[in-house]
């Protein structure tokens, strides 16, 4: 149990569909985060979000929709994806907004659009 | 780019021998921070080596780090089967814009 609970695990959907991924920590912690992990690539940092403020989105595609709406729940919504959207979305945690102490990650859920 | 290269791309050992996998950056940096990640799973921090400290050790893990030579290795010492996993060297670098920038991995397998 990492503290970060992330669900679905798993999900394939079509192009055109709607989904929402959904991520909470139980750990008290006031920063979180959305990477995506795709094979042969480092992780790449989607949105940062401080106490339910988003602060940071680096140059993610509209097609993914963030939304905190307490500190300890954060969602990835979904919509007309690519299959180049395909990966491992992956929800983190920190104490504070920054990267003095270590990030607490959710198991992921693998995502494969069709 | 700012990232972490891991070196090597992949290791195999033995059980019980010993590990080493290196990380090298481009730019200053706050902190280097070593992850492991099972298949299916998601990132579990190991250690974290501020940039004024040079070594750190966590049970059979230690790390170390030479800002001169920018760059940090992790030594998994008397390793194990569960050892088996994709290990990440992650960087805080210093500046305005704070990211946590991640390497590709290293694939370490421990044969049994």
């Known amino acids: 149990e990492t503290g970060v609970t992330q669900t679905p695990r798993h999900l394939v959907m079509g192009m055109t569909n709607k989904k929402s991924l959904k991520c909470e920590q139980h750990?008290?912690?006031?920063?979180m985060y959305w990477y995506k992990q795709s094979a042969k690539k480092p992780l790449e940092l989607m949105f940062v979000?401080?106490?339910?403020?988003?602060?940071e989105n680096n140059s993610v595609p509209s097609r993914f929709s963030p939304e905190c709406p307490n500190s300890s729940h954060l969602f990835l919504h979904l919509h007309t994806l690519q299959p180049e959207d395909s990966a491992l979305y992956l929800c983190?945690?920190?104490?504070?907004?920054?990267?003095?102490?270590?990030?607490?990650f959710g198991n992921g859920t693998r995502l494969t659009v069709t | 780019s700012q990232q972490g290269e891991e070196d090597p791309q992949a290791l195999s050992i033995q059980e019980g021998e010993n590990a080493t996998m290196n990380c090298s950056y481009k730019?200053?940096?706050?902190?280097l921070q070593w992850y492991r990640q099972n298949s299916g799973r998601g990132l579990v921090h190991l250690i974290l080596?501020?940039?004024?400290?040079r070594e750190k050790h966590s049970g059979r893990l230690r790390v170390t780090l030479d800002t001169s030579k920018k760059s940090s290795s992790l030594l998994i010492t008397a390793s194990r089967a569960a050892d088996t996993a994709s290990y990440f060297c992650?960087?805080?670098?210093?500046?305005?814009?704070?990211?946590?920038?991640f390497g590709k991995g290293i694939t370490l397998s421990v044969r049994p």
């Open positions: 983190a945690s920190s104490p504070h907004r920054g990267y003095n102490s270590p990030l607490h």
């Open positions: 750990l008290g912690h006031n920063a």
């Open positions: 979000y401080s106490l339910e403020e988003r602060v």
């Open positions: 730019t200053s940096i706050n902190n």
């Open positions: 080596i501020r940039s004024n400290e």
């Open positions: 992650a960087t805080d670098h210093t500046g305005a814009n704070s990211k946590l920038t």
